[in-house]
């Protein structure tokens, strides 16, 4: 038997049939009308950022719409946050379809000349992540005639300690490393451009609130050197986010508060507070991973040398990440539970596997679950973040999810 991840708060301690947002999981797959669907619950980002906000009164909050793009779910997010980070042209259309362009920023390496104009056109903020695009994108501004909103993305010089994906202190396709910095800075100011400050991102996916005060300590730092070496106060410094979330056995969930003091305390007594710089923190995960719920009905259950197997009707191809091939090293369990029965004691340790020809489609590594039988719903949990949007969905030709956002319109 292998351990499982813990169940959100919001979950944990239900007993009987699985609730999500006051209906129980099987008028979910009712209103969808077919199994597999996601629900996400927007009540429960909403707790999240009003966490947030205690926590951090003088810290704008970004939401990076890559952890969940979906429509609806951001329509409810948009308003609660005070900007929206986007990856790509698809994000940025998204995006500025709730917020005005000036509270939207677009990073990431290799934006093409056209993706570039779009977002001046549009009014968007571009982190620039090289010399060459901040000099394409001064050209392009000037083709269209106007100055550019530009934010100059620094590769930092220190990494966001045990964090699982880690973006600084070392040579990196993001941002410009700190030593040239304050360079591009001078050149995009000289370049006619309406500098936007800095985009500092360490890592994501980090537990320590230790490793995380360190990181946004570091960060304001670098940031008062590089002003000083430009000779230009940042209007805005964004000090990444990397909040992660307890997906596996053992994971302890991030202290936020405990960095909420320490980040107030530092800004009270950072040089670039007292010139008027504003800061933000931009999250993805923390805000949606615990809000979704991805719901599988057992198609059959068999048994094979001894090993039971429930295979579901979804699977990696909907929930990459819970199958341990989305950046994880080690495959761990996902927090996982029979519908049906929530908090009843367990009676089998069982695989749930997908409908996949592959051995990678597992959801489920030999986890210990009360009595599951064919058309159970099983319920996968932390699926609010990187699930639909980040799995390979044509893969096999199976049909796609549905993805619900609670409460329903209208309820
Ligand atoms: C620049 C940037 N911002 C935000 C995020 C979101 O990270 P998370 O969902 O872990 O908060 C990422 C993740 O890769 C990122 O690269």
């Keep these: 038997m292998k351990p499982i991840g813990p169940l959100p708060p919001e979950f944990a301690g239900q007993k009987g049939a699985l609730t999500i947002a006051g209906r129980d999981a099987e008028t979910w797959a009712a209103t969808a009308g077919d199994t597999p669907l996601f629900v996400y619950d927007s009540d429960i980002v909403a707790a999240r950022v009003a966490r947030f906000r205690t926590a951090f009164p003088a810290v704008d909050l970004h939401y990076a719409i890559k952890a969940n793009p979906h429509a609806d779910l951001l329509a409810r997010i948009a308003p609660l946050v005070d900007g929206l980070d986007v990856a790509s042209v698809g994000e940025l259309e998204v995006a500025l379809a709730v917020k005005p362009a000036a509270a939207i920023s677009f990073a990431g390496p290799g934006k093409r000349d056209g993706e570039l104009a779009a977002a001046i056109r549009a009014g968007a903020t571009l982190n620039v992540e090289s010399e060459g695009e901040a000099a394409r994108a001064l050209r392009q501004g000037e083709a269209l005639g106007i100055a550019p909103r530009l934010a100059v993305r620094v590769n930092p010089d220190m990494e966001l300690r045990g964090s699982g994906m880690k973006m600084g202190g070392r040579p990196s396709p993001f941002g410009v490393d700190a030593a040239r910095a304050a360079a591009l ?38 940031s008062e050197r590089l002003a000083e070496e430009a000779g230009h106060v940042p209007p805005l410094v964004n000090l990444g986010g990397g909040f992660g979330v307890p997906y596996f056995a053992g994971d302890i969930p991030l202290d936020v508060e405990r960095i909420g003091a320490a980040l107030t305390a530092a800004l009270a007594r950072c040089d670039l507070t007292i010139a008027g710089t504003r800061y933000a923190i931009e999250l993805g995960r923390w805000l949606v991973a615990e809000a979704g719920v991805y719901l599988t009905r057992v198609v059959d259950v068999k048994e094979s040398g001894g090993e039971i197997f429930v295979v579901v009707d979804g699977g990696l191809h909907h929930q990459l990440a819970a199958s341990g091939n989305f950046g994880t090293v080690v495959r761990r369990n996902y927090p996982i539970a029979v519908a049906a029965r929530m908090g009843e004691a367990a009676e089998a340790t069982v695989s749930v596997v997908g409908p996949l020809c592959t051995p990678l489609d597992r959801l489920g590594d030999r986890v210990a679950l009360p009595r599951t039988a064919v058309g159970d719903l099983v319920a996968i949990f932390l699926a609010g973040a990187y699930g639909a949007s980040a799995s390979p969905a044509a893969f096999l030709g199976h049909p796609p999810a549905t993805e619900l956002v609670a409460p329903l319109s209208g309820s």
């Design 185 to 222: 800075v001078q050149a995009i100011v000289a370049g006619g451009a309406d500098w936007r400050g800095f985009h500092i991102y360490a890592g994501s996916q980090a537990l320590s609130a230790e490793a995380v005060i360190e990181t946004q300590a570091a960060t304001l730092t670098l």
